[in-house]
């Protein structure tokens, strides 16, 4: 038997959707026939067992894409998840690691098994801090995060509404933020690519909170623009050529200080058994040529390219407010 590489942890998280109008990823979702899930109460763990099988993957092996199966080996009783029970909250420890605790509501707690609503809970310090519920609310008109808990399923996939695929607000987006801090050299992360968070919407309250803090100050907004003052230099960001077809989606940004611009694109893509052979490495995100692999790369889900990225990356910390003005 083969092993595989899993390329992206976002090609294997799993979408639906809520609405028969909505793109519904069919071959991405629904039950396991070869997993089943049991409850031990006693224990407080949710133990899911698989039986001997195959699945269907997009697949790369010596530079061409092909829609394969993939053979999987019986696991029984390995896969084991702590949970807890506080009144009508279920506390999940995935891979039993109990620094993460996941929160859910709305299942029931009698039995565990039915779908549970993520609430945007966290740990830290031994600190659970909660999303109020005014985020909360903006949110869930967007999209959930639903754990669906059954005798052959454990399985948390995002669902977007309709209301989701319409948003066009891009300057309040969950993009806008990371953009901010990374012009101010204050971003955790080696990339500003977005990764389809232009597309995530984000309170105008929260994007008015950051810029007040930051003494941002706004000279110019539209959907697809923004001209503001940041640190003593003024910024254009553009959101230009959007394209977007359910989960699929093409764009680009530039933003522009003085007389240098930063610009890269980026699309993304639902990976499934009819495009499948349509796909290329050129550009894809997080595929390492250089590297030597003894797995073929097996992809379910969405993947992301890009176009410039990294130059991108480079041109944007020139121009941030540290450097020269």
């Not at 707690?109 to 740990?123: A, R, S």
């Not at 659970?128 to 999209?143: A, G, L, P, T, V």
């Not at 994007?207 to 003052?229: D, G, R, S, Y």
Request: hydrophobic residues 30%.
């Amino acid at each position: 038997m083969n092993r595989y590489f899993y390329l992206l942890a976002s090609t294997l998280f799993f979408f639906a959707c809520s609405d028969d109008n909505s793109a519904n990823s069919s071959e991405n979702s629904g039950t396991a026939k070869y997993q089943h899930v049991s409850i031990d109460k006693e224990k407080k763990r949710i133990v899911v067992d698989q039986d001997a099988h195959t699945e269907e993957f997009c697949t790369l092996h010596q530079g061409s894409f092909n829609w394969d199966e993939v053979s999987y080996e019986a696991d029984q009783g390995d896969d084991v998840t702590p949970y807890e029970i506080h009144g009508d909250t279920l506390v999940v420890f995935f891979y039993g690691n109990t620094d993460d605790p996941h929160y859910y509501l709305g299942g029931p707690t009698d039995k565990i098994y039915g779908q549970w609503k993520n609430i945007g809970c966290y740990k830290y310090q031994d600190k659970i801090s909660c999303q109020s519920k005014e985020d909360r609310d903006f949110r869930e008109q967007y999209e959930e995060l639903i754990l669906t808990i059954s005798e052959n399923k454990f399985q948390e996939e995002v669902v977007y509404k309709p209301a989701y695929f319409k948003y066009d607000d891009y300057m309040n987006s969950v993009y806008l933020p990371n953009l901010y801090a990374v012009l101010e050299n204050d971003y955790a992360y080696p990339t500003i690519g977005m990764f389809g968070t232009v597309f995530s919407p984000e309170p105008t309250s929260y994007i008015k909170t950051i810029e007040k803090e930051h003494n941002i100050e706004v000279l110019e907004q539209t959907k697809t623009a923004k001209k503001f003052k940041l640190g003593g230099k003024t910024y254009d960001v553009k959101i230009t050529d959007i394209e977007r077809d359910s989960l699929d989606y093409k764009v680009a940004i530039s933003v522009k200080s003085g007389n240098k611009e930063c610009s890269y694109e980026e699309r993304q893509v639902n990976v499934t058994k009819k495009n499948c052979s349509d796909q290329t490495t050129e550009g894809l995100q997080d595929y390492d040529a250089e590297r030597v692999f003894n797995e073929e790369l097996a992809i379910k889900g969405t993947i992301v390219y890009t176009n410039g990225l990294e130059e991108f990356d480079k041109c944007i910390n020139e121009i941030s407010v540290n450097n020269e003005k």
